[in-house]
């Protein structure tokens, strides 16, 4: 059974940092692809990171390059989501997605196999 399970959200100033998790496992995790998307209410899903595990190619969102990095540590089936100089438009619930299959450019397109929960991060003025 694939299981995601996103933490590290809450509230922040303007300018702050947060680090988000995403635990996994189910899978053959040095073989998928795995990323972060964001969706604030009345607000389209948007695509912030991924990443092909094997391969090592990871996109951004235009609008996080540059603040945002993606990293993994497999001993633990772990990615993160390192949000620097966070913004209020930053807020949002942010989801863990994992393409099972390897799949960079399905799971960029938001057709992932497997999504978690989600996480809500709160950017204050």
């Known amino acids: 059974e694939v299981q995601l399970q996103a933490s590290g959200g809450g509230l922040v100033q303007a300018g702050g940092s947060l680090r988000l998790s995403c635990a996994t496992s189910?899978?053959?995790?040095?073989?998928?692809?795995i990323g972060w998307f964001r969706q604030a209410p009345g607000k389209e899903r948007e695509a912030v990171a991924g990443?092909?595990?094997?391969?090592?190619?990871?996109y951004y969102g235009d609008s996080v390059k540059g603040r945002f990095t993606f990293s993994s540590d497999a001993a633990k089936n772990t990615v993160y989501l390192q949000m620097n100089n966070l913004k209020l438009e930053d807020t949002a619930v942010y989801y863990c997605?994992?393409?099972?299959?390897?799949?960079?450019?399905?799971?960029?397109?938001?057709?992932?196999?497997?999504w978690g929960q989600g996480t809500l991060v709160t950017v204050s003025s």
């Open positions: 189910g899978f053959a995790f040095e073989r998928s692809a």
């Open positions: 990443h092909h595990m094997r391969d090592g190619v990871t």
């Open positions: 997605a994992v393409d099972s299959r390897g799949y960079l450019l399905q799971l960029w397109r938001g057709n992932a196999n497997y």
